[in-house]
């Protein structure tokens, strides 16, 4: 009698467990009729059963059923992925290519999604797809898609805007730590790799990693504009002036005909020769003055032969004499005596003011030109770079004698400081 409950009893759990499989088939009946809602209630009921909770062919037939919602419906759409994901974890061996491609159109949809959520600004949206289609080429250990190459392509890009996406929402730490992973990546690091990692370093003020960022950029990019504008900046702003005239310097040997590198260079110059304190008041200038001095000249010209349309690098030359000029004038002003060595040494120091002056005017005069027909339609750093254009012209041209022109100056400057 025993033996009889025991064969009765195992018939009734394999007719539980094909009662439940058949379920499955009778969804996906459901499903090819358009029945959606018998056809959720019914694998639902099928996945929650002990007997095909495991079942591949159950969680995929569910990841179809609620793809099949989820074109309307994005909780339907999470569902279908949340699915597809759960027949890889209950059954690695399931068929690949059936299970893949539908891996494979998620994770080009989320990439999508990941694409417009990046460029409407909402970040922490693009961070969000992003992570998934990299979380679907990971799976299995990599395993799952190895050999795809489409779809490495794709993981590639993901883990680069991913990264890019918690950069954009100042998440430093964990911008830092997936830039890092980028880098590492060569099928995803870009020029912007090293860019956005040499920045959120230099926001945490770790100049040591912005260093060596920096370093190892210019040796992945060596002739690469960003990067060197990056390193430059970086310099400038540091208390390594030396290694910033240095660095400018090799820029410059390496692309001579730069007019931008050649007028930074100049100015690098001509901010040694004549440093200034916390405060920016002058302080006593270097030995080597006058020779770096020099070379700011020569740098100054390099860039308005490069580009004689600019007026900043025109003005900053014409400037470079005045303030020659300016310091000259300061000594004529400490000679308070009237002895003839006095008067001899005054004289001698007009006459010197009087040829930087004289050196000054055409720069001037060029900037002017340059400028004064833009009058109501410039920017800021324009109308400053005239203001100052003129305000040096007035002073020249009083030295000069030519008080006719220094009076119809003065009537512009009055203008326009209304």
């Known amino acids: 009698m025993k033996k009889l409950v025991l064969v009765f009893s195992a018939f009734a759990i394999s007719t539980g467990a094909f009662a439940q ?109 992003y992570g998934f289609v990299l979380s679907l080429y990971q799976l299995n250990d990599g395993k799952q898609f190895a050999g795809n190459d489409a779809f490495k392509k794709i993981a590639a890009s993901a883990q680069r805007f991913e990264a890019y996406s918690a950069y954009n929402q100042k998440k430093d730490d964990r911008a830092i730590a997936m830039l890092e992973k980028v880098k590492a990546n060569p099928d995803a690091r870009e020029v912007y790799t090293y860019i956005a990692l040499i920045d959120a370093y230099a926001d945490k003020k770790d100049n040591a990693a912005v260093e060596r960022t920096i370093a190892e950029a210019k040796a992945a990019y060596p ?64 030995a080597n003055s006058k020779e770096l001095e020099a070379k700011a000249e020569t740098a100054y010209k390099m860039a308005i032969d490069a580009e004689p349309g600019n007026a900043d690098y025109v003005y900053n030359l014409g400037a470079l004499y005045f303030n020659n000029a300016a310091d000259l004038t300061n000594r004529m002003n400490e000679i308070t005596g009237t002895s003839e060595a006095e008067n001899r040494k005054y004289d001698e120091l007009k006459g010197l003011r009087t040829r930087e002056f004289s050196k000054a005017l055409p720069y001037f005069q060029k900037s002017y030109d340059l400028l004064n027909p833009k009058v109501g339609n410039m920017n800021q750093d324009q109308f400053n770079t005239y203001r100052g254009t003129l305000i040096a012209l007035q002073t020249i041209y009083e030295d000069l004698g030519q008080k006719e022109k220094s009076t119809t100056i003065g009537a512009k400057i009055a203008e326009i400081t209304k």
Do not use: C, H
């Not at 390496?254 to 590198?261: F, I, M, Q």
């Not at 110059?269 to 200038?285: C, F, G, H, W």
């Open 21 to 129: 499989k058949a379920k499955i088939y009778t969804a996906k009946e459901y499903m090819n009729d358009g029945d959606m809602a018998k056809a959720v209630s019914v694998i639902n009921e099928a996945v929650n059963s002990e007997a095909t909770s495991r079942s591949g062919d159950a969680w995929f037939t569910r990841g179809e059923i609620y793809e099949k919602l989820g074109d309307k419906d994005s909780v339907a759409f999470e569902e279908s992925k949340k699915s597809y994901l759960k027949v890889v974890e209950v059954d690695p061996k399931y068929d690949k290519g059936l299970i893949n491609a539908k891996l494979g159109r998620l994770a080009e949809i989320s990439f999508n999604k990941g694409v417009n959520a990046y460029n409407a600004g909402d970040f922490a949206g693009a961070e969000k797809n």
């Open 223 to 286: 002739k690469d504009e960003q990067i060197n504008a990056r390193e430059l900046n970086y310099y400038a702003n540091s208390d390594k002036a030396d290694v910033f005239l240095k660095k400018l310097e090799e820029s410059v040997q390496k692309d001579p005909d730069n007019a931008v590198l050649q007028f930074n260079l100049a100015v690098a110059y001509s901010n040694a020769a004549n440093p200034r304190n916390a405060e920016n008041q002058p302080v006593a200038k270097p």
